[in-house]
Each structure stands twice: as structure tokens, then as C-alpha cells.
């Protein structure tokens, strides 16, 4: 909760305005009972002068009742948008600090789940604590103390009840205490299988797989089912218990009245302020059960919150270097490197340099770590061991604003956001004009298919752009790539879904027009970069062997069986 104070502060005013509001509308409950029998005692003995005077008192406290109370809401809403808006701001931009490794701990659905859900419950946590927390406990405090002392002959009645009352609340909130946290890892586990449906559904299609999904869909929200239809189910007991409770306690002192009534007539007055402060009672106990359910709810979403925002960033870049662009060339110094959840590395101890101006290909088996350079090249993730290097700096020691002005990565798979194609290749150049657009759909072979559209480059990306193929989502984020004009260009399998003239075409608008970008192209197959001025060799992990396409089909046996194999593989789609 100490977690929210910062964000309160800014609200001072409508903090004070909705506790000044609590305090009326507590006045106005607790007073008018007192009015109520006052009213009663002078109709008895008929002074009907200050009868019309303590009924006037009696609808003037009613509106004030209802205009604090409208007071307090207006209060508290602005309050709760305020603080929770503010708090969602500060976690997204958190976030936006995240390294892969970073989110990949948390897993993105996660970290979705605490944006959107985890937020409201501390919403609803915020909105009860400036509607309900002041309020109840004076409350419950006033109404106990005003049934002991308009009726002190059965005081231990009303302590009785409550004491009663709030064993059953404390021990059905403890059992709740659990569910809600349950409720929430429920969750995240849900929308993570709906995001991996939503995102996969052409495979989940094509392999009709739609009724394993639905199963495993259906475990997952029965499971939500089970804690929510717990939850219910104590939820359900607390209300008729502590009402019955409540109902004996004014049956019993009624039947007390009743057979002591000759002895005190005076008591008639009494009952019904009495019976009043004893619902009153009830139902602040009742409420503050609700409000601390809220509480502990909106508790579990702000540790969850808390998690994501005492995160450091993984990878954290130095601000005070040069924003410049630096050049170039490219350095791995006996790099080793292990993904934050696995358990062996991935690259063990891999050295190369790339001049400015060179073509790199990198070949190697799935799995090999092709991927994993390329990364590293483009600093998603720091090397567990060695330095990378990139225009003579170590990648640590480089500005975030440097390393994007250095380094274009265009993913193995293409992602494109929903808006026009101008709007896409613009994420790799702001301000790039109608020309520097089509100079870079050219080089990535788009432009041919960009001219079918009418709108051109104003044609609209749907989401998950569903409305382009494999092949032309490739051409598209070859072209956000090469549009910066950046020094260093990695293509990661980036012309796989490309036929074999359109990848060719492609390969030789890059070695002309981009004659000084340095070209990390990592390939399955080896005629991909036999034109490299250097060709990386992995094998699980290790480099191998390093060279052109001759040195290495005479020196490295690795790559001549990966060479051999894919001719033989291409002699035999030819026949
Ligand atoms: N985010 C990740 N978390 C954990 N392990 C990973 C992650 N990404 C890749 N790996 C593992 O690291 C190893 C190298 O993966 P990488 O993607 O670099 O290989 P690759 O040579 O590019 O493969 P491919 O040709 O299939 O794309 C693999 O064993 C893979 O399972």
C-alpha cells in the first residue's frame, strides 16, 4: 500500500475534500436516530412545535446526507482514476525499460494480465479505501457506542452480536486471502493460452487442432471457475450468518423490553433508534468484510505491480556516451552466452570481426545459435562472458540512441503493425521521404506488389497483418530495415519466404546500393551467402570455422557436409 502514497500526493485536495464529505455523511447516519426518537417522545406528550422543528432537522440531515454522499463519490472516482492512471503510466514505461530476458521472466501474457486486470482490483481497492474505509469504521464505532447508551440495561446484547459477527468475518476473509492470489496466477495462465490460440490460430487451423485448444482452453477457466465459485461460496455465508446473528440479537432485547416495558415505560421510545443502530451496525461490519475483501484482492494486484516496477532492466545502456552513429565494424571477443532460463549456453566462446562495408553470412544447423549473434549483435541480450563489440566500443559503453542509429535488425519473423505500409517502414526512419520509401521497397523487391494496391504505399495493414503473405511481410520488414540506411543491416533468414529469383534479386540490390553497410545475413542454406567476404560456420554453439566460400568448402568439413547435403537436397527437387 506504502506503494501508492507517492501517487497520492498528487491528489491532496480531493483527498481532503472526499474525507471532509465522509465525515458529514458519518454525522448524518449516526445522528438521525437521535432525531427520530426525540420526534418519537415529543408526539407521545404532544409538543408539536418542537415536533415540526426536529422534523425539519430530520429532512435537513437527510439532504445532507444525500449531497456528502454524492460529494464522497465525485471525490473518490477522481481520486481512483487519478492514482491508478498514474500508476499504469509508470509500469507500461517500466516496462518499455524490459530486455528480452526481462520480459521473458515474467512471460509478456503476465505482464498483460498485471497492465489490464491487476490494475483494476487496484482500482476497486483505491475506490473503497476513499468511499468505504473512513467512513465504516466511525461507523461502527458510533453505532455500537449510541445502542449502549440510548438502551445501557443490555449492553452485553449488542457486544455479544458483535464480537460474534466479526469472528465469522475474520474467519471467512482468511480463507478468501488465498483464492484471490489464486485467481490472479489463474489468469495470467488463461490469457496466455488465449493470446498463444490467438496468435497461432493458422497452425491451430490447419492441423485441426481446434478441439484440443477448446480442451485445454476449458481446463484452464474451469480451474478460474472453481476458485471464483469458492470465493462466491464464502462470500454467500458471511451475509445470512452475521444477518441472523444481527435479527436474534433485536428478537432478544425487543422480548427484554417487552417484559420489563412497566417497570420502564420510557423504553418504547427506544426500540426503533435501537433496532436502527443495530442494522447500522450490521451493515458497516458487513461492508468493512467487503472493503478489506477489495483490499486484500487490490494487495495481491499491487505486489504484482510492485514485482514489475522493483525490476531492474537486464540490459541498461549508457546515457552520457555519444549518440552518434558509430561505424560499422562488428567484434565478438570470446563471447559465451545462456538465455536466462536455460541451463546450457547457447555460443560458447565465439571470437570474429566484421570490417565496415563486408558481407557476413552466418550458416549452421537449427538451433545452432545463428539467432542468438544476431542479438547480441543488436544488444537484446549482454553476453554472459567475453565483450561485443561494435565500431571499436564495447556494446556496454554505447548509447541506446548510438546502438538503434548503428544496428537495423529485421527479425526472422517479419511483424508488421496495424496502419498503412507508409506507417510500418517509417518505424525505421521517422521522417523518411516518398522517395527514401521506394528506394527501399526496391532494394527489398515490394515495390512490384506495393504498385498493385491503388493507395500504394498508404495501403492499409490489417492486424497481425493477415492481409499479406508470408513472402510480401518479408519484403516489407527487409525494407523498414535497409530504409535507415543504418551502418550495420542484420537480415536474420529474412528472404526464407522468398522464391529463389525474388531472394537473388534482393541479395544483388543489397551488395549495390548498400556497398558500405556492413551485412550480417544469416541463412539455412549456404547459396544464401556464398558471396559473403565472410562465412561463419556454428555448430552447436562454437564457431567452427570462418572464411569465403572456397577457404571453407577446402578447410571445414562441417560446411562442406552442410554444402554437399543441400545440392544433393536441390539435385533431387529437380528431378
Ligand atoms: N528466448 C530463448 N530462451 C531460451 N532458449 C532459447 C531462446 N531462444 C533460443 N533459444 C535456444 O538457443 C539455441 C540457439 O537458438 P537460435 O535461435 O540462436 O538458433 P538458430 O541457429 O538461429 O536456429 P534456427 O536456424 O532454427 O533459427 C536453441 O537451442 C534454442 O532452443
Known amino acids: 500500500m506504502k506503494q501508492l502514497l507517492p501517487y497520492l500526493k498528487n491528489y491532496k485536495k480531493d483527498v481532503v475534500g472526499a474525507a471532509i464529505a465522509i465525515l458529514l455523511s458519518v454525522f448524518t447516519t449516526l445522528y438521525q436516530p437521535v432525531l427520530l426518537q426525540q420526534v418519537q417522545a415529543e408526539l407521545l406528550v404532544g409538543q408539536s ?22 460529494f464522497n463519490v465525485f471525490y473518490a472516482a477522481r481520486i481512483t482514476q487519478g492514482v491508478v492512471s498514474d500508476l499504469r503510466e509508470d509500469t507500461y514505461a517500466k516496462i518499455q525499460t524490459f530486455s528480452l530476458a526481462n520480459i521473458q521472466k515474467f512471460s509478456s501474457e503476465s505482464l498483460s ?5 491487476d490494475m483494476q482490483q487496484v482500482m476497486n481497492m483505491v475506490m473503497t479505501i476513499f468511499m468505504q474505509l473512513l467512513r465504516l469504521p466511525i461507523m461502527m464505532i458510533g453505532s455500537f457506542v449510541m445502542a449502549i447508551v440510548i438502551l445501557p440495561r443490555y449492553w452485553w446484547a449488542v457486544f455479544v452480536m458483535l464480537v460474534l459477527v466479526l469472528g465469522i468475518g475474520s474467519y471467512v476473509l482468511g480463507k478468501m486471502t488465498g483464492d484471490f ?30 478441439g484440443q485448444e477448446i480442451s485445454k482452453f476449458n481446463k484452464d477457466s474451469d480451474d478460474l471457475n472453481q476458485i471464483n465459485i469458492r470465493i462466491g461460496y464464502w462470500f454467500s455465508i458471511i451475509i445470512p450468518a452475521a444477518t441472523l446473528v444481527s435479527y436474534l440479537t433485536i428478537s432478544l432485547v425487543v ?21 436502527n443502530y443495530v442494522l447500522t451496525l450490521l451493515f458497516a461490519i458487513l461492508f468493512v468484510g467487503m472493503a478489506m475483501m477489495a483490499i486484500s484482492r487490490g494487495n495481491v494486484s499491487l505486489k504484482r505491480i510492485k514485482e514489475v516496477m522493483d525490476t531492474e532492466p537486464d540490459v541498461v545502456f549508457n546515457d552520457q556516451a555519444p549518440k552518434d552513429a558509430l561505424a560499422g565494424s562488428i567484434e565478438f571477443r570470446d563471447v559465451s552466452f545462456t538465455y536466462p532460463d536455460g541451463d546450457q549456453p547457447v555460443l560458447k566462446h565465439v571470437s570474429f570481426k566484421a570490417d565496415p562495408g563486408q558481407m557476413i553470412g552466418i550458416v549452421g544447423a537449427t538451433g545452432s545459435g545463428k539467432s542468438t549473434i544476431a542479438q547480441l549483435i543488436d544488444r537484446l541480450y549482454d553476453p554472459t562472458a567475453g565483450k561485443v563489440k561494435i565500431g571499436g566500443s564495447n556494446l556496454k559503453e554505447v548509447s ?9 535488425y529485421v527479425l526472422q519473423k517479419p511483424v508488421l503493425f496495424s496502419g498503412t505500409i507508409a506507417d510500418n517502414l517509417r518505424q525505421g526512419k521517422a521522417d523518411a521521404t516518398p522517395y527514401e520509401l521506394e528506394r527501399a521497397a526496391q532494394i527489398a523487391q515490394a515495390s512490384e506488389f506495393i504498385q498493385t494496391y491503388g493507395d500504394s504505399f498508404n495501403h492499409e495493414v490489417e492486424e497481425r497483418s493477415a492481409n499479406f503473405s508470408g513472402g510480401q511481410k518479408q519484403r516489407l520488414s527487409i525494407a523498414r530495415g535497409i530504409i535507415a540506411d543504418s551502418p550495420i543491416l542484420i537480415l536474420d533468414d529474412s528472404t526464407s519466404a522468398l522464391d529463389a529469383k525474388s531472394e537473388k534479386l534482393v541479395q544483388e540490390a543489397l551488395e549495390k546500393k548498400l556497398s558500405k553497410t556492413t551485412v550480417v545475413m544469416i541463412a539455412e542454406k549456404i547459396v ?3 558471396h559473403a567476404d565472410k562465412i561463419l560456420v556454428l555448430d552447436d554453439g562454437k564457431l567452427v570455422a570462418q572464411g569465403t566460400h572456397q577457404e571453407l568448402l ?13 545440392k544433393a537436397k536441390e539435385r533431387k527437387e529437380d528431378l
Not at 184 to 205: P, W
Open 255 to 275: 422480548y427484554l423490553v417487552g417484559t420489563s416495558i412497566l417497570s420502564h415505560p420510557g423504553d418504547v421510545t427506544v426500540i426503533s433508534p435501537y433496532v
Open 113 to 117: 494480465v498485471r497492465l489490464i486486470n
Open 400 to 408: 541506446e540512441e548510438a546502438l538503434h542509429k548503428t544496428v537495423s
Open 554 to 566: 577446402k578447410s571445414s568439413p562441417v560446411y562442406q557436409e552442410i554444402y554437399q547435403t543441400q
Open 528 to 530: 544464401s551467402v556464398m
Open 49 to 70: 412545535g418542537a415536533v415540526l422543528r426536529d422534523t425539519s432537522l430530520l429532512v435537513a440531515t437527510g439532504i445532507l446526507a444525500i449531497v456528502s454522499g454524492v
Open 181 to 210: 492470489e489464486k485467481f490472479q496466477i489463474y489468469m495470467d495462465k488463461l490469457s496466455g493460452r488465449a493470446g498463444e490460440f490467438l496468435q497461432g490460430v493458422r497452425v491451430v487451423k490447419s492441423f485441426n487442432q481446434e
